[in-house]
């Protein structure tokens, strides 16, 4: 059964040849992709009406982006590709077009075999400073920041998929390592129910879940800190 390493996202504490090309790149590189913004609130605890969201323009992306996530009330409005095994940590100094980015591209673990079809899909991504790319998830560790926006929103090129955040889990990555193959729905189930018990915010505990996404970036709350929002299908 293959394990995982959890891939060191966003601060890449034990890569110094990544850390030092990110501090040497930062001041003079912007951000290579369209930033949504966050709906005004118009009125104490009354946000503003959404408009409905930009369909995907599929023609105008390069072949390597699998999917796009969009989580509702947050700037996370990103492309996906899909992480190779030959290189795993490309898209974390790469954007979506192989150009030499230190944003990155949000990317599905390299071990995630059938893409955004795998039982156990993770996507990893920056956090970086200015509140862009993954930055907003690691909100998720606050209860109420995650009953408020259970929301995910992904779409394929095959169609688009809504997701129900139902678990927040804050893990050190020198100690613990991410499963990427399951033999059947008992064994993800399984592997599913051992984390709720040590996440920090369980808003559900579902049961049957089919397919898991869980959508990973740094944090701070240890020197190597990852939040990972999990989340299953429900349309």
Not at 131 to 143: H, I, S
């Amino acid at each position: 059964m293959r394990r995982m390493p959890v891939v060191a996202v966003g601060c890449l504490a034990a890569a110094a040849a990544i850390l030092a090309f990110l501090v040497a790149s930062y001041t003079r590189e912007t951000i290579p992709y369209e930033v949504a913004e966050v709906p005004l609130v118009e009125e104490a605890g009354a946000p503003a009406p959404e408009e409905e969201p930009a369909p995907v323009d599929w023609d105008a992306l390069p072949g390597s982006v699998v999917a796009w996530v969009r989580v509702p009330g947050t700037t996370v409005d990103y492309p996906i590709v899909q992480g190779d095994e030959a290189d795993p940590d490309y898209y974390l100094t790469h954007d979506i077009y192989g150009d030499t980015s230190v944003w990155g591209a949000p990317y599905v673990d390299a071990g995630c075999r059938d893409g955004t079809r795998s039982p156990f899909v993770i996507v990893y991504a920056h956090h970086m400073s200015d509140g862009t790319m993954f930055g907003p998830l690691e909100q998720y560790a606050d209860e109420a920041f995650a009953a408020a926006h259970r929301t995910i929103l992904v779409y394929t090129r095959e169609g688009a998929v809504e997701l129900e955040v139902f678990a927040a889990d804050v893990l050190d990555a020198n100690r613990e390592g991410v499963r990427t193959d399951f033999a059947d729905a008992a064994e993800l189930q399984g592997y599913v129910d051992e984390r709720l018990e040590r996440c920090e915010v369980v808003l559900d505990h579902p049961e049957d879940v089919g397919r898991v996404w869980a959508f990973a970036t740094c944090s701070y709350q240890t020197a190597n800190s990852r939040t990972v929002v999990l989340a299953r299908e429900v349309g």
